[in-house]
């Protein structure tokens, strides 16, 4: 029944577009998803999805410069920006409501009719560079990467969006064009919108807009399936000159699609999610050993992370490993009471709320689960979800992910020797 609060188009073209009318606010969000991320490049191309993302705000036809895209979004007063995950990519335009048609004039023109000049092309290297250093000398921002690079070894879900520096230096129009071809295709997009708007009209002005020309109908390829890493190794270091060392701790979790999604949810909340959870409340309220620490999950269509991410002393870092993994002990070892649960999915149930208040947050969730998942999902039914899980299955998930010899830990800091930390993850 809640399915019918979304409402979704097919195009002849195959382009979808999903909608959710959210009459009480003045602003609309159009949102376009591509099924293109890192999870589609092989080491030849790694970042080119990244690189790409940045080339589509360098003009078209109808605006032929960055400057004519920002200002035509800038004389409105909307905001725009994009992203690029391992599994798709997102192209936004929020503006109040009665502007929707410039939204819709500027992401149509920018992926329908890049122009990804060579000249554009060359300029962006040194910006791309700059942000790739940007990451490598940010340790909060680094540290997932490494994680996930250990966790899921030299395979694409375990690269970096951003890419590597051969890419970004070498990296062709004509490749951009290919990839553009194969990938950025009329059935691999979902156009969302989310917002106050006439829905019969904007069904109207979607199919006129996106009309990709013939030889971006259908997608060439999709991602490899997920292959486990069986790699003895456990341990990421990278030895940095820090004032706090930054670790993420964790496991393989559920899915995107596993029945075990919002089981999986709730216990990251549990151990870490907001102030009164168990690792906050021990490792950083109790013992003084974090200045921030947070446990979250991260989904793809066929494998997913749980983790825990901290900022901790330098001179105690092996009493701050030891006390998250005694959680995670606790955890497997002894469940959880009712009480937590209770609290869990009030908590998250809370939290979705307030974020679906913005039309920008909501175009991305039912954007998401189209593109991914070919289903509509709305506000009720992820708080359907969250209530319907069972403490019994709560404590068998906890069980069944905190397993210490599938633990991996990511580590920057001023240490030159991982063996120390593989002894504290196998004790």
């Given amino acids: 029944m809640f399915k019918n609060m979304v409402k979704k188009t097919n195009f002849g073209s195959g382009l979808r577009l999903v909608t959710k009318n959210l009459p009480n606010t003045q602003a609309v969000t159009v949102l376009v998803l591509v099924g293109a991320g890192s999870r589609y490049e092989t080491k030849e191309i790694n970042g080119i999805s990244h690189f ?15 400057r004519e895209v920002s200002g035509a979004i800038d004389a409105v007063g909307g905001d725009f920006n994009a992203f690029t995950g391992k599994e798709y990519a997102g192209y936004y335009v929020k503006v109040a409501a ?20 060579t000249a554009e092309i060359d300029k962006e290297r040194g910006v791309i560079l700059e942000e790739y250093n940007m990451y490598q000398d940010t340790p909060m921002y680094q540290i997932g990467w490494n994680f996930e690079k250990l966790l899921f ?15 970004i230096a070498g990296v062709s129009s004509r490749q951009f064009r290919a990839y553009l071809r194969d990938l950025y295709t009329a059935d691999n997009t979902v156009v969302a919108v989310a917002g106050n708007f006439d829905r019969d009209a904007l069904v109207k002005k979607v ?11 259908k997608k060439s390829y999709g991602f490899s399936p997920f292959e486990p890493d069986n790699s003895p190794v456990r341990v990421h270091l ?14 393989p979790s559920c899915s995107a699609g596993s029945p075990d999604y919002f089981a999986a949810r709730l216990l990251a909340v549990i151990m870490g999610g907001n102030m009164s959870s168990r690792m906050f409340l021990s490792v950083r309220e109790q013992q003084g050993l974090a200045y921030y620490i947070h446990t979250a999950t991260d989904e793809y269509q066929d494998v997913g992370t ?17 006390s998250i993994i005694e959680q995670y002990h606790l955890a497997a070892a002894k469940g959880f009471s009712a009480e937590e649960l209770k609290k869990a999915q009030a908590f998250l149930s809370g939290k979705i709320v307030l974020r679906l208040e913005d039309s920008e947050e909501y175009a991305h969730l039912i954007g998401k689960y189209e593109l991914l998942q070919d289903r ?19 404590n068998r998930v906890a069980n069944e992910l905190f397993k210490l010899d599938a633990l991996r830990l990511a580590v920057i800091g001023p240490y030159e020797d991982s063996a120390r930390f593989d002894k504290i993850i196998k004790n």
Avoid: C
């Fill in 153 to 167: 070894g030299d395979q694409p879900l375990g690269w970096d969006q951003v890419g590597t520096k051969d890419l």
């Fill in 306 to 322: 749980i983790s825990t991410n901290a900022g901790v002393s330098v001179g105690k870092i092996d009493q701050a490993l030891r």
């Fill in 52 to 66: 790409l993302e940045h080339m589509f705000f360098k003009g078209a036809k109808r605006y032929r410069n960055a």
């Fill in 238 to 251: 990278r030895e940095k000159k820090t004032e706090q060392a930054h670790v993420v701790a964790g496991f």
């Fill in 207 to 217: 199919e006129k807009k996106f009309v990709f020309p013939a030889a971006r109908l």
């Fill in 376 to 394: 509509l999902v709305a506000l009720e039914d992820l708080r359907q979800g969250i209530a319907a899980v069972k403490l019994s299955q709560l």
């Fill in 98 to 117: 009665d502007k929707i048609d410039t939204a819709l004039d500027v992401l149509s023109d920018m992926l329908i009719n890049a122009r990804l000049a």
